[in-house]
């Protein structure tokens, strides 16, 4: 059996018309189409649908079973366009979003809140983890999106890669507030705050004080950048961190004392990249958002150089 949607459709319109011609008319089409859309509906049926005779034009009791299935199968119809719609303008389905904790409390969450609105039906997981958690989330398909520091190249991931400099945080009432650049010699001997050992940023910094003979002090080890902004803020140290953790501070400064950011030099950059999984393909919902996503951290650039 080989049944059409407007096959469907013209039947439901006859029996809601009660006539062949009142059909036609609502339809749009000529009598003689509409009455062979009926009888090649029959045909595929193997029974009749209407009882025809001189004045006489009535549904059979087939036709009365026939029109609740037509109509059911209709408003499922109906109800797959809708959600294929609301799907191809990104407003159904369900994102899952893996953050390292720089980007995970401010940056992240932002920019979804832009994303999702005016998107009532879209569901949303964001999780922090570490970058090395996020890339096996991501090649394990258990995450749609990761955003993280740039990981080796993985057959199981596709990744957007960016390089993002870091900033020198210096107290707003700091002498070295005024310079235009910041350099090691301008930090030497002085108390800085510093990520763990391994972690490359404190490699990088420490081959840049090391490059120009300068002492690194560091007074705090921390674990993620955000915590020090603080700690500069009250003028207990100085801080090299990366622009994602300065772009969020900014956005969300504290009512007391500030910090601002001034380039270093020598430059100190990290990777930082959007990942999805490489085995499966990407849901129009996922796409978008990492389009969104990468615009956003190309405007981060643009709105930090313009602030140097």
């Known amino acids: 059996m080989n049944l059409t949607v407007r096959q469907l459709q013209t039947f439901r319109e006859v029996m809601r018309s009660g006539s062949i011609s009142e059909a036609a008319r609502n339809l749009g089409r000529t009598q003689p189409a509409v009455s062979s859309m ?21 549904p059979t009791p087939e036709a009365l079973f026939f029109a609740e299935e037509a109509e059911a199968i209709l408003l499922r119809i109906d109800r797959t366009r809708a959600n294929l719609r609301s799907l191809s303008a990104h407003n159904h389905g369900r994102l899952k979003i ?14 979804l809140g832009e994303f999702l609105r005016g998107k009532p039906d879209v569901e949303a997981t964001v999780m922090m983890r570490s970058s090395a958690v996020i890339e096996d989330l991501v090649a394990s398909q258990q995450f749609d999106v990761g955003f993280a520091e740039t990981p080796e190249p993985r057959n199981s991931i596709r990744q957007e890669d960016f390089e ?29 705050a510093t990520l763990f050992d391994e972690h ?32 500069v803020a009250s003028g207990l140290c100085y801080m090299i961190c990366d622009m994602i953790t300065a772009d ?28 999805t999984p490489a085995h499966r393909p ?7 958002f990492c389009r969104q996503l ?4 190309r405007r981060l650039e643009n709105r930090m150089a313009e602030s140097l």
Do not use: W
């Not at 900033?167 to 650049?181: M, R, S, T």
């Not at 490359?200 to 560091?218: E, G, H, I, M, Y």
């Not at 500030?258 to 950059?269: C, H, L, N």
């Not at 990407?282 to 978008?288: A, C, I, K, P, R």
């Open 282 to 288: 990407v849901s129009l919902l996922t796409t978008e």
């Open 38 to 58: 009926i009888a090649g509906l029959e045909d595929e049926l193997g029974f009749s649908l209407f009882d025809r005779g001189p004045g006489r034009f009535l």
């Open 164 to 192: 993002l400099e870091h900033l020198c945080a210096v107290p707003e009432n700091d002498p070295l507030a005024e310079a235009d650049e910041i350099t090691p010699k301008d930090l030497h001997g002085l108390p800085m």
């Open 200 to 231: 490359p940023s404190f490699v990088q910094t420490s081959a840049a004080f090391a490059s120009q003979n300068c002492a690194l002090k560091r007074r705090f080890e921390l674990q993620t950048f955000l915590p020090g902004l603080t700690l």
């Open 294 to 297: 990468l615009e956003e951290v």
């Open 98 to 111: 893996a953050s390292h904790p720089a980007a995970s409390g401010i940056f992240v969450p932002r920019i």
């Open 248 to 275: 969020s501070y900014l956005h969300a400064p504290p009512t007391g004392p500030k910090v601002v950011f001034r380039r270093f030099r020598p430059r100190i950059a990290s990777g930082i990249s959007i990942l």
